[in-house]
């Protein structure tokens, strides 16, 4: 056969993997019920030989399926609705690849794909318990089934456009040709998956024997961890990719749909702390399911948020309400049968504290419920605006005074917790140290109030709270190091970095260090950045934090897939030397006529000279937007601390798994071993 009759095929092809997919995740899901209910006989292990087998099948089969997507995209085939909606024969390779998860389609066969891929890690990583790892990989191959049904019957990104095929396609969406939709989709979908199967692991834990729940919560904390860290990458990337895309020069807008991601990952950080309670203290271990649980219906009511139209977006996948209320009614199903499952075992689960109210525990307890209360404080305030329209029929909008009146309080509060808990001992703290904190108190909210008179004249609370929280922060953590590294006699600094506690202790220092330098970076940025809205045009300047920026030229630029006109700007310092040039691109794109502002940056560690370029306003003068945004890529930077701390975390526990056998337990009051 000719390639070009092979790639007519291949679609279709594509179709039946999916297919033979979903039948596959059918069995594996049912496969535990059949044996329990004795349909069919068969010992222990050959159940988990059959398991073993079907989920590679069922992740064979949709590697391949994706992989067709992909060869179908870079060889142009339109014939593919998907295609000719997302790409184009100019569209550069890279960006072809990256469409196809770019889109709704290509981005549910993705998320299902990887989560093929995670139970099939899962099985292959886990032989100790493998009653509950095939309850997983059942739970698993539930919420499969459930979006491959929801893929073959709404959103097929195998459908012909037949027999009117398109010469040329549609083009991805200018906005999408960028280097943030090769990072920030796979990273968010991945936490996602994450999420899944701390949810499928929940299921599983719920549906077995109460003595080994400790054992099952061991099990899903580093799943819980990955997950963290993906969803703070994927909402990282998501943030530097719009203020570097979108030309309106802000790091974060409260939209519904960056919300939608937002509010996973502050429920994956509660239950992170939450798993290591119930690992470290035998405790909270129903919080930790239902919060698990939670954790992926969010999941769900964001993926509706987002592909159903209900919520205007930028980022919003089109609108399309047979998708939507298919989505809505998983999310329903979903939400009854784990809600209903979890209130008939959960009093089983549910033991009373063995500690007292002044211990590191209470302040773990105190930090996951303020986390929870600044999720459900944004699920409101994205939520609220359809709740009211649909109710009264007027619609109203809810902007950034609300969440940061909200949210930035509830930060605060946290830090606090966050700082402090370190300093506290498990179980109880005989000599707490109030001294210690109260004299932190004082000093730090002098410094406080002294810098925003200092900088301001005034006293702003959202500067005070925000320049309070780095400090305390930074402060207990210097402490806390300082306390493992002289307390102990043992504890020498090269053996400080070896021990899997001692690596996960430091992980902890760093994941905190990151939040205090994100905070940082916002607070910096959003107290003291500059910015100036004015007309330019060649010979005329503008001074700006210091710096004279002067419009040199037009230049007419004419890429691949656009034609721009660029603006020149040079850069000066107070005595009139030129330290850097910035290139601004008014684009318009050649396939669909879309005009896209890209932004020209001078990045440097402690600030960035932002210039877009807007509308023309004359023959030769443009709209122009001058702005010096100080520290903004902290913010940037605590997320990838954060990020490493997790994978720090992540090895230290693989580590501590093949070494448990010969390490001494750990003594409950060891000043270092906080938070491990």
Request: charged content about 10%; hydrophobic content about 50%.
């Amino acid at each position: 056969m000719s390639n070009k009759v092979v790639n007519t095929m291949m679609a279709e092809v594509g179709l039946i993997l999916i297919i033979i997919a979903t039948v596959i995740s059918i069995t594996i899901s049912l496969f535990p019920l059949a044996i329990k209910s004795k349909l069919i006989s068969v010992d222990e292990l050959t159940e988990n030989q059959y398991i073993d087998i079907l989920v590679k099948l069922a992740a064979m089969a949709l590697i391949l399926a994706i992989g067709i997507l992909g060869y179908l995209f870079i060889v142009d085939d339109f014939s593919v609705a998907y295609i000719a909606n997302s790409s184009n024969t100019q569209l550069a390779t890279v960006y072809k690849v990256a469409a196809v998860w770019g889109g709704h389609e290509g981005s549910m066969l993705f998320w299902i794909t990887a989560t093929a891929l995670w139970s099939l890690c899962i099985r292959h990583r886990g032989a100790k318990n493998s009653q509950f790892d095939n309850h997983v990989s059942a739970v698993l191959a539930a919420v499969m089934v459930g979006f491959l049904l929801f893929l073959l019957f709404t959103s097929n990104p195998f459908a012909r456009l037949l027999p009117e095929i398109p010469v040329e396609g549609r083009d991805l969406n200018p906005i999408l040709q960028d280097i943030g939709l090769i990072l920030h989709p796979p990273l968010l979908f991945l936490g996602y998956v994450g999420l899944t199967a701390c949810f499928a692991g929940a299921i599983a834990t719920l549906t077995g024997p109460k003595s080994l729940v400790q054992q099952h919560c061991k099990r899903i904390r580093p799943w819980a961890l990955l997950a963290w860290i993906f969803l703070t990458g994927g909402n990282a990337f998501g943030s530097w990719w719009a203020y570097n895309e979108l030309g309106w020069g802000g790091w974060w807008f409260w939209d519904p749909v960056e919300n939608a991601s937002f509010i996973p990952w502050l429920v994956s950080t509660a239950i992170l702390h939450s798993l290591i309670l119930s690992e470290k203290r035998h405790c909270f271990h129903a919080s930790s399911i239902l919060l698990c649980i939670v954790g992926f219906i969010l999941c769900l009511l964001g993926t509706f948020l987002v592909r159903s139209g209900v919520v205007q977006s930028v980022h919003a996948f089109a609108a399309d309400p047979t998708r939507g209320s298919s989505i809505l009614v998983l999310l329903v199903v979903t939400a009854i049968a784990s809600f209903t499952l979890f209130a008939a075992r959960a009093p089983q689960l549910i033991q009373p504290p063995k500690f007292k109210q002044v211990s590191k525990e209470s302040l773990l307890f105190l930090g996951n419920l303020l986390l929870v209360v600044a999720a459900l404080s944004v699920l409101l305030g994205t939520c609220y605006p359809l709740i009211y329209q649909v109710i009264t029929g007027h619609a109203i909008s809810v902007g950034a005074p609300y969440f940061n009146s909200l949210f930035i309080p509830i930060v605060w509060l946290m830090s606090l917790l966050m700082g402090a808990a370190p300093l506290l001992r498990w179980q109880a703290d005989e000599r707490p140290p109030y001294r210690l904190l109260l004299g932190l108190t004082l000093t730090i909210s002098l410094l406080g109030l002294l810098a925003c008179y200092l900088v301001k004249q005034s006293f702003d609370i959202w500067l005070f709270c925000g320049v309070y929280s780095v400090c305390w922060i930074v402060s207990c953590l210097v402490i806390t190091i300082g306390k493992a590294l002289t307390q102990s006699p043992s504890l020498s600094l090269s053996r400080l970095c070896n021990p899997p506690r001692r690596k996960r202790f430091y992980s902890m220092c760093i994941a905190h260090f990151g939040v205090a330098l994100s905070i940082l970076g916002a607070t910096v940025v959003s107290n003291f950045e500059q910015e100036e809205l004015l007309r330019m045009g060649p010979g005329q300047g503008k001074q700006l934090a210091g710096f004279t920026f002067v419009y040199e030229q037009t230049e007419h630029v004419d890429a691949r897939s656009f034609e721009a006109i660029q603006a020149n700007i040079s850069v000066r310092d107070s005595q009139d030397k030129v330290i850097s040039y910035i290139y601004p691109q008014r684009q318009t794109f050649k396939t669909n006529g879309m005009q896209l502002s890209a932004a020209g940056i001078k990045r440097s560690l402690f600030a960035d000279m932002y210039i877009s370029m807007g509308v023309p306003l004359s023959d030769t003068e443009y709209l122009i937007r001058l702005s010096y945004k100080p520290l903004v890529s902290w913010i940037w930077l605590g997320a990838l601390l954060m990020m490493l701390a997790g994978f720090m975390a992540i090895s230290a526990s693989r580590v501590r798994v093949s070494t448990t056998q010969s390490m001494p337990a750990p003594a409950l009051n060891t000043t270092a071993e906080v938070n491990q």
